[in-house]
C-alpha cells in the first residue's frame, strides 16, 4: 500500500491510535503511540526518538534517531469492546541523515536477505514458536503454577491454555499472519503455534508480532505467556524451530535429482546443511541468547545438544524431514524463542549461504542417539557439542568470522558487552541448589 492508501485504511477502520514498532538489540518490542491525525506525518520518517535510551543502540552523547515505518507492515490490532481500535506499523530505525542505522537489527535481517538474492536464491522460511502458559495471581504477579495437565497433542478440558491460544491464532490471522496450526505441546502447560512459510523479513515481523500478541492474549484469559526457553529442569523446554527453503525461479534449490530419494538433498541443498552445521556453534550466541537457554540444551528432552544432522532422529540440531509437497526442508532445531529473530535468522541465512559458496559437505547424516556416545566415539564421528553456558558461546562467536559480519560490528560488540555482563551477573549469585548441596557440608 501507498502511504495514501494507508492513511485512509486506517479511517476507514476506525482506527483510533497508531503503534510504532521496533526492536531493540534483544528482540524486545518498542513502540511509541500516537493519534491517527499524525499517521501522515509519522509516514515520511519524521518521528525522533532518543537513541541512547534503547539497548545495543547509541551512546548518550548520540541520541536522535529516527522511525521509518514499513508500509507493508500495517496492520489493524485485535480489539476489546469498548476500547479505542489502534493499528500498527513496524520500523527500520534511522539515523539522523536519514542513512539505516547500523544497529537497525531488521535492516540487518535486510542485508542478509539481498546477499541471498546477490546469488540468485530467496529465503522462504517457517518458524514453530513454542511458549508456555501460567497462572496469574489476583494482582496480575507470574508465577509457574498451571492447572494445565494437557500432553502433546491433547485438547480442552485437559488442555487449559486452549481456548486463549486459538484465540492468539485468530488474533494473528486478523492481522494478516498465516498460522498453519495450533498444538498443546509435550510439557505440561506449554503450546506451539507454527506459522506459516513466507520470505525471511515477513517472518521475522511475524515471530515478533506473535510474541506481543501472545502476551496480551493469555492475559484476556488471566494467564500468563513466557517465552523463557526452560522454566523447569524436569519438562521439555520451548524452542522456535525454523524451517527453510531456498528457491531459484520460484523452484526449491534444495530438491534432488529425479530418482533420488525423496528426504534427500540436491548439492547446494547439503552445502547449506554444511554452513549451518560449520556455524552453529558461532551463531549459538544469537539464537540463544539467554542463561536460561543453555538448561534447554540438554540430552534428554528434544532438544538439541551436538552438532549433527539426521533426517529422523528428533534431537538432532539440523532435520531434514521427508515432505511430499513442495521438495525438502531444512530445519534448525536449536534456536528458542528469546532470541531477537532478525539477528537469529540474519545468522541461519548466511551460515547457509557460506556453506554454497564453499561447498562444504556435511557427512552423512547420525541417526544415532549421540548423547549416548562416549566423547570419544563422538570425536571421531567429528560430532562438536553445542556451546553449554552463555560465556562459551560469546567465545563461540568470537571465533566465527562470518557470523559476527552476519550481525555487523555495532551489534556484534554490544549484543557482546550484554551478555558478558548478563553471564558475570549470574556467576556471581548464589542459587538455591548450591545451598541445598552445601549448606550441610
Not at 490490532?77 to 531488521?106: K, M, Q, Y
Not at 496480551?216 to 520451548?238: C, E, I, N, W, Y
Not at 560430532?383 to 557470523?403: N, Q
Request: aromatic share 6%; charged share 25%.
Amino acid at each position: 500500500m501507498s502511504k495514501r492508501d494507508i492513511v485512509k485504511r486506517a479511517k476507514e477502520a476506525g482506527v483510533r491510535l497508531v503503534r510504532l514498532q521496533f526492536n531493540d538489540i534483544h528482540g524486545v518490542t518498542k513502540n511509541v503511540a500516537l493519534p491517527v491525525g499524525e499517521l501522515e506525518a509519522a509516514l515520511e520518517g519524521s518521528l525522533a526518538f532518543d537513541g541512547s535510551c534503547i539497548e545495543g543502540f547509541v551512546r548518550h552523547e548520540e541520541t536522535d534517531m529516527y522511525l521509518a515505518p514499513d508500509p507493508a507492515t500495517f496492520a489493524v490490532l485485535p480489539s476489546v469492546a469498548g476500547a479505542p481500535i489502534e493499528a500498527r506499523l513496524l520500523c527500520d530505525v534511522r539515523n539522523i541523515d536519514g542513512t539505516p542505522f547500523e544497529g537497525c537489527t531488521r535492516t540487518t535481517l535486510r542485508r542478509a536477505i539481498e546477499d541471498a538474492r546477490r546469488e540468485g536464491f530467496a529465503p522462504r522460511v517457517a518458524a514453530e514458536l513454542e511458549f508456555f502458559l501460567f497462572e496469574a495471581t489476583a494482582d496480575n504477579v507470574p508465577t509457574t503454577e498451571t492447572r494445565d495437565r494437557g500432553s502433546y497433542f491433547d485438547l480442552s478440558p485437559i488442555d487449559r491454555g486452549d481456548a486463549a491460544r486459538n484465540d492468539m491464532a485468530l488474533a494473528l490471522e486478523e492481522m494478516g499472519i498465516h498460522v498453519e496450526a495450533t498444538h498443546h505441546e509435550v510439557s505440561r502447560g506449554q503450546h506451539e503455534i507454527d506459522l506459516g512459510t513466507a520470505d525471511a523479513l515477513a517472518l521475522a515481523d511475524a515471530i515478533a508480532t506473535a510474541r506481543v500478541v501472545v502476551k496480551t492474549v493469555a492475559a484476556r484469559h488471566r494467564l500468563h505467556a513466557t517465552f523463557m526457553p526452560k522454566p523447569f529442569a524436569d519438562q521439555d523446554g520451548s524452542g522456535l524451530h525454523i524451517l527453510q527453503q531456498l528457491r531459484r525461479a520460484d523452484v526449491n534449490v534444495f530438491t534432488p535429482a529425479p530418482g533420488a530419494d525423496r528426504a534427500a538433498l540436491s548439492e547446494e541443498g547439503l552445502a547449506y546443511v554444511g554452513g549451518l552445521l560449520a556455524h552453529a556453534r558461532g551463531f549459538t550466541l544469537v539464537t540463544n541468547p539467554t542463561v536460561n537457554s543453555y538448561k534447554r540444551l540438554v540430552p534428554g528432552y528434544d532438544a538439541p545438544a551436538y552438532v549433527q544432522w539426521a533426517q529422523r532422529a528428533k534431537s538432532a540440531l539440523v532435520r531434514v524431514p521427508e515432505h511430499a509437497a513442495g521438495g525438502p526442508i531444512v530445519e534448525l532445531r536449536s534456536p528458542d524463542p528469546s532470541c531477537n529473530p532478525y539477528l537469529a535468522l540474519a545468522c541461519i541465512i548466511r551460515a547457509g549461504l557460506d556453506g554454497i559458496r564453499r561447498k562444504l559437505v556435511p557427512g552423512d547424516p547420525v541417526e544415532l542417539a549421540v548423547a549416548a556416545l562416549s566423547d570419544d566415539e563422538r570425536s571421531a564421528m567429528g560430532i562438536d557439542p553445542l556451546p553449554r553456558s552463555l560465556d562459551e558461546a560469546v567465545a563461540a562467536l568470537d571465533a566465527d568470522p562470518v557470523m559476527r559480519s552476519a550481525i555487523g560490528d555495532h551489534s556484534y560488540h554490544r549484543l557482546r558487552e550484554a551478555k558478558l555482563a548478563e553471564w558475570e551477573a549470574y556467576r556471581l549469585q548464589v542459587h538455591p541448589w548450591e545451598r541445598e548441596a552445601y549448606l550441610d557440608l
